[in-house]
């Protein structure tokens, strides 16, 4: 069955992100000299270029599958779930530009299929996996978090996917094992806007012990719909404790490894964007303050919650100076 894909979300990133925080995002890329992009874009005067781009593009069969979800659980205290067109043109996906709307006017590009995830590196049991075949391996839970950016901006997401920790397992991680890598598609044919705003392809990384925690996630779909491709399809990850980057988009390559591994935006300025990145409001971004958050969609901002208001967390981090390993 084709869809048309709906016009896009009329809400600006002006509006839900504090504008001094996503001028300062761009400001700051273009002067690691890593934006061209962001600064024409910010020199242009709009905030997000219109999602609209997409326009006229029907989406496949594939791309509007609905999914068949075994289990339901609501992770987010009965908090109203985010409208899916909210969620769904408004993204930080920087391989298809940094404009809010950028990701769902471009990432049509993205071709889902074939699409196979390696996993490698202090393991056992080393593979390759086709994503259908994880389809059909793994019945598909849906589970609602709470998602926040470290912009301050935060959603109320259905996740459809399986734990990320059994999925490990069956790798067969060594005891040298202490942090998992990910790493997502970066082809420049599909993501042309890309260009060298950050270091490609996307990294990001876990301890091993977060990775295995009950509340790690891979996502193959959201709202009961196979995963739309500006929010990652087809496989991301989803750690609702975390600061939203830590949740990595179409990932081609996951590897057990006995250091930490390096992690784009920690790469970028390690003084902003720490390895651990919980959601922590008492300690702020060098450039804002962490202690509230707008909601996509509400008028006023609310507070923002320790562990992002996940405190079964909090033993991964006993002992440990959260302002030191931020
Ligand atoms: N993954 C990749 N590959 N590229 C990105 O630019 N952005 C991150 C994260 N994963 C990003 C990524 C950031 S900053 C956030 S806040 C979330 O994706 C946004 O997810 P969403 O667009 O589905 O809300």
């Not at 959201?222 to 500006?230: L, R």
């Amino acid at each position: 069955m084709l869809i048309q894909i709906k016009p896009p979300f009329p809400i600006s990133s002006s509006e839900i992100t504090p504008e001094p925080v996503y001028r300062d995002r761009r400001r700051f890329l273009a002067r690691m000299g890593l934006s061209a992009f962001g600064l024409a874009c910010a020199a242009c005067g709009r905030a997000d270029p219109p999602a609209s781009q997409a326009s006229g593009r029907t989406a496949t069969a594939e791309e509007s599958r609905t999914l068949s979800i075994a289990t339901r659980t609501d992770r987010a205290g009965g908090e109203a779930v985010t409208p899916m067109d909210s969620v769904t043109h408004y993204n930080n996906f920087y391989e298809y530009g940094t404009g809010k709307g950028d990701p769902a006017a471009n990432a049509w590009r993205l071709k889902t299929r074939p699409w196979t995830v390696r996993v490698e590196g202090e393991c056992e049991a080393p593979g390759t996996l086709d994503i259908d075949d994880l389809f059909k391996r793994y019945p598909l839970e849906e589970r609602i978090y709470r998602h926040r950016c470290v912009e301050g901006w935060s959603i109320v997401v259905p996740w459809d996917g399986f734990a990320l920790g059994p999925f490990l397992q069956r790798f067969k991680p060594t005891s040298r094992a202490k942090y998992v890598a990910f790493v997502s598609l970066y082809d420049p044919q599909q993501m042309p806007q890309a260009g060298n705003i950050l270091p490609w392809p996307y990294r990001e990384g876990l301890r091993i012990d977060e990775a295995m925690h009950p509340l790690s996630f891979l996502s193959v779909g959201m709202y009961g719909k196979v995963m739309p491709k500006q929010d990652g399809a087809p496989l991301r990850l989803t750690v609702p404790w975390k600061y939203g980057f830590k949740s990595i988009k179409s990932i081609v390559k996951i590897e057990f490894t006995e250091r930490a591994p390096p992690t784009t935006w920690n790469v970028v300025a390690s003084d902003e964007y720490g390895f651990y990145s919980n959601v922590n409001p008492n300690v702020d971004h060098p450039r804002w303050s962490q202690k509230t958050e707008r909601r996509l969609g509400e008028l006023f901002r609310r507070p923002t919650l320790m562990f992002n208001g996940y405190p079964e967390v909090a033993p991964l981090y006993a002992g440990l100076d959260l302002r030191t390993y931020f």
